[in-house]
Every structure is written in C-alpha cells, then in structure tokens.
C-alpha cells in the first residue's frame, strides 16, 4: 500500500467468498434495484398513462433528456416538448457525480447497461465463451458512440425536438413492447443491441451509447480511479483479458481510460489482493462504500431538488389557452379525456364525437391517445384539434363519414369519393402544432426562409418553438402551415 494512503472499508481479500457475499454479487444487486425502479415507472406510465393526473414516462428520469435540452435552457429557460425539469436535474447530478466518481453511472446505475450485462452472461452460457473482440476494427467503431453524440446534439440543439426519440433502444426497451408503430426505427435498434449483447459484451454501451460517450470525456477528469500497485503487479494481464473494455491496464498505474465503467470487477478477478483498487485522493475504497457514496450521491441531489420544490416528473395542469389568454385547439393533448376537452371548450361531448368521428361507443372518459388503440377505429387526435378549430371560429362542424370499427381504412378511399384529405405519410398532414419550424423544415425538406416568406413572418422567428406557442397570435393555422409545403412540393414557389 503506497504511503499515507487510508483504506476506507478495504480488507485483504480472504480466501474464499460465498457468493452473495461477493461484491460483484453486491454490484449487480445495486443495478437489479435502479433496474425494477425504472421498470415499474415504465409499466405505471404503460398501464395509467401520461398527463398531470397520470404517472411519469421514464423519459423524466433519464437524464440523457437534460442533455438535448441543455442548449434550450441555457438560451430560453424552457424545455422541449417531452422533457422535464427532472430530466435537466439528473443530468446536472449525473455530471457532478461522473467528475467525482468517474463513470460509476455506467458500471453500477443505468438499466439499459445492466440489461446488456445480463443478457452477456446469458450468451456466455448459451454460447460456452466470451465473444468480445479486439483489434482495429473494434477500436474504430469505439468512436462511433462520439459521432452520435455530435450528430443527436447539433439536431436536437437546432431543430429544438428530441431528434434521437425514434431511434433511442433505450425508450422502445421501457416501452414494454408498446407503441411498436410509433417507434418502429428505435424497436429496430433495441432488436440490434440486444442480440449483440448477447454476442459482445455491452455492445451499445460500448459502441452507440451517446450518453456513454459524454460520460467516458467527463470521467476522463473524475477523481475516483481504479488504480495499480505497479510494485505488487505480476502483470499477468488477467484484469485485460477479462474486462468487457479491454482496458490496457498495464500501460499506466492510474486507469483514465474513458472505456473504464468503474464496474471494479478487475479488482476482484486480480489474483493479487489490493494490485488493483478504487481510489481518490489518498483514500481507498472498498465496494461497497463506493456503492454508498455513489448511489447515496444520486438520492441527495434527487432529494435536496424535491424538497426545494424543483423537481417535476410529469406535466402541470392542462392550459387551453395561449399566450394571449384565447382558447387554442393546439393545446389539447393525448392524454385529455373527451369530456375535459368538451368541458374546456364548450363543444358538447356528442357534437365533438361525431364531428370528429369517433364511434359512440367510445365513452367521454377514454383519452385521445387509447382511442384508436382500444376501439380499433382510424383516429388521430389532429382530428379532434380541427374540430374544435373550426367550432371556435364560428364555422358549421359537419359529421364526417363513420369510419369502419377494428378495421384500418383502405388507402385511397377518400380520394376515390373526392374528399381532400391527404394520404397518410403524405408528408403535410405529418405537420403537427408541438413541432418546431426548425424540425418541420428538417422533416419536409421545405427551407425555413421560404415558409416564413410564404407565411408573411419575419425571418428573426425563431425556429426552435413548437409553432403552436406563436402560429395563431400571428393569425396563421397549422393548416397554413401545411399549405405552403404542399405548394412548395408542387414546385408553385
């Protein structure tokens, strides 16, 4: 032990452990409980829904969140259509926690990470060996995750939405096998890093994970490493060979490798005792006072948030109305019930449904977002928006024809009887009020200019508000919106 080093819960290993005493044993103890924590947040939110009154979506938790919307809140102090304020709470404490104790979160927090771990061991049993490779081609895909980190904070920064949700494994992951429509590209992913993971070990982690990527530059800097008696090392490169990393731990003494995910199991497979350690400044930790201070860190920012009444999960009470104080279609919501938006706006509830086409069966208590699911009816809740739209402008809400209960309208139909609406995936019926200008500029391939140019705005508008918050106090629509892109594709510019 080097001089003045003080050991704080570190005790020569003894000869032999049971197992659940072990402190890997602990380890995945520590990730099993973070693990059901988020998967019973992600099962309420599946079961009672979102909104104010339902449960948070593991998107409040993650604090990958506070990353996309660091740049919004840093310029406007708000936050992007589907973040919280505890998504920006957890990121901060995960960055100070990372600067202490290096990528601790990785090694010992995140679910998607001990997931992957899992389903490693389970290959290594199915598969009788470890696959997890070396060489050039693994070390260039390690940069990979940077490339995707860039790419998710430039767009999300300058389209002012959360470009990576359609592709984030993680969320299809807590989605519990639901909204496979929604997110067809992200359960694509998931498929992707789960198999690997049963192949190489942590393999998103290790080559996609954006998050990770962010926390392996900060921890570069953090103050707890695994560290190496160089005296007392054999170098037989066991702790190489068995790390899910390959960290090179023979080339330095202090491990700062952003690979290294603090997991400490190179401390217990090490045949020698006390040659590999965790440690900070002149203090030697065991693991299970690292596991302490790590998941004790973590509550006590969560904690000191709570009670200075900061912390936000879910949704504040519903406001129908805009920024001018007038009643705006836009603001209705997927989790509202038919009744509140009947009540909200004084459209009768029997009036909304028909108008809008909803069977009557569908009771005023079912929320926009489960009516299609749970009645097997073609809805969209843009349905609902235009109807009251319409009804708030004074203009007749004409019943639209039933549409064909648990069966999926045919494509085309409506053309054939001459009615206007678009085709789905048409492209301006995609265009919804939550959406930025930058986004929708981004999704259409419609340059921003010609928009505001069509529209009459000034070009200083800024791209990165949902055009609902400022559309209607400049006396536009979101079907104005969806007229000049479809102007602009017919090439009338």
């Known amino acids: 032990m080097s001089s003045g080093l003080i050991n704080i819960g570190s005790k020569a290993r003894p000869a032999a452990k049971k197992w659940y005493r072990s402190p890997k044993t602990l380890r995945h103890g520590v990730m099993a409980f973070f693990f059901l924590f988020l998967l019973h947040i992600a099962y309420d939110h599946q079961v009672k829904g979102g909104g104010p009154r339902g449960t948070p979506s593991i998107e409040a938790y993650c604090p990958f969140g506070g990353v996309e919307n660091l740049y919004q809140f840093l310029t406007t102090g708000g936050f992007i259509r589907r ?32 997931v992957q771990e899992w389903l490693g061991l389970l290959g290594n049993k199915i598969f009788k060996k470890r696959f997890n490779p070396t060489g050039r081609w693994d070390g260039i895909l390690r940069y990979l995750k940077y490339a995707v980190l860039a790419g998710i904070i430039v767009l999300t920064w300058h389209t002012g939405s959360l470009v990576f949700r359609n592709y984030d494994p993680f969320l ?23 198999l690997g993971s049963l192949y190489i070990e942590r393999f998103f982690c290790k080559y996609a994970c954006p998050l990770g990527a962010l926390l392996g530059i900060a921890g570069k800097v953090g103050l707890t490493k695994v560290q190496r008696d160089a005296e007392g090392c054999n170098e037989c490169n066991l702790c190489q060979k068995k790390c899910h990393a390959h960290v090179d731990f023979l080339s330095a003494t202090i491990i700062r490798s952003a690979e290294c995910n603090q997991c400490m199991d190179c401390v217990v497979d090490c045949p020698k005792p006390n040659v590999l350690s965790i440690r900070g400044p002149r203090l030697r930790f065991s693991h299970s006072v690292y596991a302490l201070m790590l998941v004790a860190g973590l509550l006590l920012f969560v904690g000191t948030s709570q009670l200075a009444g900061k912390w936000q999960t879910k949704a504040a009470a519903p406001s129908y109305t805009n920024a001018g104080g007038r009643l705006d279609p836009d603001s209705i919501r997927g989790w509202m019930t038919l009744a509140e938006i009947s009540t909200a706006y004084g459209l009768p509830v029997d009036q909304l449904c028909r108008s809008a086409g909803i069977p009557g069966q569908v009771p005023p208590s079912a929320r926009l977002n489960t009516i299609a699911r749970d009645y097997r009816v073609e809805f969209e809740a843009d349905k609902v928006r235009e109807v009251v739209r319409s009804f708030l402008a004074g203009k007749p809400v004409a019943p639209p024809p039933a549409p064909v209960v648990g069966q999926a309208a045919k494509p085309g139909a409506s053309e054939e009887k001459g009615e206007t609406h678009h085709k789905s995936g048409d492209g301006e019926q995609e265009i919804k009020g939550f959406m930025t200008l930058n986004e929708i500029a981004l999704k259409t391939g419609v340059p921003k200019g010609y928009v505001l140019k069509s529209l009459g705005l000034p070009e200083s508008t800024d791209g990165r508000k949902p055009v609902r918050d400022w559309m209607h106090e400049q006396g536009k629509s979101i079907q104005d919106l969806r007229d000049v892109v479809k102007q602009y594709r017919a090439g009338q510019r």
């Open 172 to 194: 299809a992951f807590f989605h519990l096998g639901r909204g496979v429509e929604e997110l067809p590209w992200a359960y694509a992913a998931l498929g992707v890093a789960l």
């Open 83 to 114: 973040i919280e304020p505890s998504a920006m709470i957890m990121f901060f404490a995960l960055l100070l926690l990372t600067l202490l104790f290096s990528r601790g979160f990785c090694g010992w927090i995140c679910p998607f990470g001990s």
